[in-house]
């Protein structure tokens, strides 16, 4: 999953970023409002987790120029502990959720995945698809009952497949997800992760759609 953090305190972009990158994230950090406003309208996210109070252009700016351009991507807002009125503005201008400053880390992570699982239809927090199962949460994978271990890189190219079964995904899309600007991609990848993903959970789990992408079949 590939987010957008926006953050313009380098002590805090730096702390957010890190987990978020530990926790398996692709993840670009803009420092203004300016920034956030061009990732935004050239790069697809998954999420955005947008501070509000930014140089250049103002958060809630960047925020309503999104839902403008309709676009559905899940936005979660930090905001001060004390400002009730910035969340209810950030809330009513189209932010999905809100987080308050400074960060509980473990907090902040759940409610990306929260975000992140509602924005792929579901409301169950384990993902669940013939005999294979991904939690988010603890990054636990079984396959009918026994834990799999699988690398970061295959961890994301599995978890949109799963959470969205009979949705194709194209190589671009799936490459989008798993790289944020600084990583260098390399063409083949994500067909070496697929591979791998089919030797550790079955050959069908999978399957590659000639000519679009890679879908897990819904039945
Ligand atoms: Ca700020």
Same mark, same amino acid.
């Given at each position: ?32 409002? $300016? ?14 987790? @947008?501070?509000?109070? @930014? ?98 890189? $295959? ?19 799936? $490459? ?30 999978? @399957? ?12």
């Amino acid at each position: 999953m590939r987010l957008l953090l926006v953050e313009d305190d380098t002590m805090i972009g730096e702390t957010v970023l890190d987990m978020l990158r530990a926790d398996h994230y692709a993840v670009d950090w803009v420092r203004d409002g $300016e920034m956030a406003d061009t990732a935004l309208r050239t790069q697809t996210y998954d999420l955005v987790l @947008l501070d509000l109070g @930014l140089p250049r252009l103002d958060g809630l700016d960047v925020l309503r120029s999104l839902r403008a351009r309709r676009v559905l991507t899940p936005v979660l807002i930090a905001t001060a502990r004390d400002s009730v009125q910035q969340r209810i503005a950030g809330l009513d201008a189209g932010a999905d959720d809100y987080v308050l400053k400074p960060y509980d880390l473990d907090e902040l992570l759940a409610r990306i995945r929260a975000l992140l699982r509602r924005a792929s239809g579901r409301a169950e927090p384990v993902y669940e698809h013939k005999g294979v199962s991904i939690n988010p949460a603890t990054r636990e994978v079984m396959v009918d009952g026994q834990p799999v271990v699988l690398s970061a890189r $295959e961890w994301s190219v599995l978890e949109p497949l799963l959470a969205r079964p009979g949705m194709v995904l194209s190589r671009a899309q799936l $490459e989008e997800k798993l790289y944020s600007w600084k990583d260098e991609i390399s063409s083949d990848a994500v067909e070496v992760y697929i591979h791998g993903l089919r030797k550790k959970l079955g050959p069908e789990l999978i @399957l590659n759609v000639r000519g679009v992408g890679y879908m897990v079949p819904k039945s």
